[in-house]
């Protein structure tokens, strides 16, 4: 039967085990400050269409927000969890 950890494994992650509780703790706060980001954007968004706002300031607005987000989540997420050597 396959189970999660079978399943990374396979495609080469490391179990929970192999995973240090530093990087983890770090993954927990970091999945936590994206989803407020990502919330606080959508606020963003939301309160500018229902000012008025027409659809090219709601689109920068929205892609300024994808940008910022997308940049601070390749920053964290290309680190490697397990050291080499």
Do not use: R
């Not at 919330?39 to 659809?55: M, R």
Request: hydrophobic share 50%; proline share 5%.
């Amino acid at each position: 039967m396959f189970v999660p950890n079978v399943i990374f494994q396979t495609y080469g992650f490391p179990t929970i085990d192999q995973i240090s509780h530093e990087v983890l703790i770090g993954t927990a706060k970091n999945f936590i400050f994206y989803s407020g980001a990502n919330a606080v954007a959508l606020g963003v968004l939301y309160y500018l269409s229902i000012k008025g706002a027409n659809n090219k300031t709601v689109l920068l607005a929205g892609v300024i927000a994808l940008v910022i987000c997308g940049i601070f989540v390749f920053s964290i997420y290309h680190k490697p969890l397990l050291p080499h050597g």
